[in-house]
């Protein structure tokens, strides 16, 4: 197995906005297919937690790049949830294979708002060489935020919350980080937790969300680019992966209504 090295690196976008990045690559000379997640919850973690941890793919002979979105972890900007990333992957795709140690191949990887990532950009940005979206789904409405219309309360709301206590930790306030924590480990968030998303992160987009819902509104279209989809694509769910049935469809047959 190679030996491996790992940096920190930016890349400023058109609109002036900084995104920090963490890159793992072989310590050899060369270059490399390079395997990019783009996630809101830390570098740092890689989503260790279901894959293996970056140093693996790279003694394989990868690059490895691990981003913090927008506004979230060490990146600028204020994070907006879905809305933001169409243009701020395609941006990191070109700057991805513009770094010196890739060989010019991209590759995706990662689940549920890491999934989602990979299946957007801006339409006539180049489409990656592979994908690999894992429990992910497309429409915000009927994958993300309900069943039936119904509200998704015990997902939303926690995820809600792992959102807003990470702003906490970017804000240095210890006060709502332990109060969001509390409520998310004794799993009175059942409760208190929409209180909590209106006290310490009043423009989550979960709220949205539910706003939506019981108002009857529109939800933010996410539109699959048709070149993206004729890739190579691993798509990954389990049984009981609730976006797993329409996402399915929805890729496969990106016209046709629910």
């Known amino acids: 197995m190679r030996e491996v090295k790992w940096v920190d690196k930016s890349l400023k976008l058109n609109d002036g906005v900084e995104l920090v990045s963490r890159i793992w690559t072989p310590k050899d000379k060369g270059s490399w297919p390079a395997l990019l997640m783009r996630q809101p919850y830390g570098r740092e973690i890689a989503s260790t937690i279901t894959y293996s941890h970056p140093e693996w793919w790279a003694s394989k002979g990868y690059i490895v790049v691990v981003q913090d979105v927008r506004g979230q972890g060490s990146s600028g900007g204020v994070f907006k949830g879905f809305s933001q990333e169409p243009s701020d992957t395609s941006e990191t795709h070109q700057w991805v294979r513009s770094l010196k140690e890739c060989n010019g191949k991209l590759g995706l990887y990662g689940f549920s708002y890491q999934g989602l990532t990979q299946l957007t950009g801006t339409k006539d940005s180049k489409p990656p060489d592979c994908l690999s979206p894992a429990m992910t789904g497309i429409d915000l409405k009927n994958h993300w935020s309900s069943d039936g219309g119904a509200f998704w309360w015990n997902n939303n709301i926690a995820w ?87 996402s399915l469809i929805h890729i496969s047959e990106p016209t046709r209504p629910y």
Do not use: C, V
Request: avoid cysteine; aromatic fraction near 10%.
């Open 160 to 246: 809600g919350l792992q959102i807003a206590a990470l702003k906490m930790r970017r804000e240095n306030n210890s006060l709502g980080w332990e109060e969001i924590r509390s409520a998310l480990e004794n799993k009175s968030y059942l409760r208190k937790g929409l209180d909590l998303l209106k006290k310490y992160d009043p423009n989550n987009f979960i709220l949205e969300w539910l706003n939506n819902l019981n108002q009857n509104k529109d939800f933010q279209e996410i539109k699959l680019i048709s070149s993206w989809l004729k890739k190579p694509m691993l798509i990954i769910g389990g049984l009981w992966d609730p976006h797993l049935g329409l």
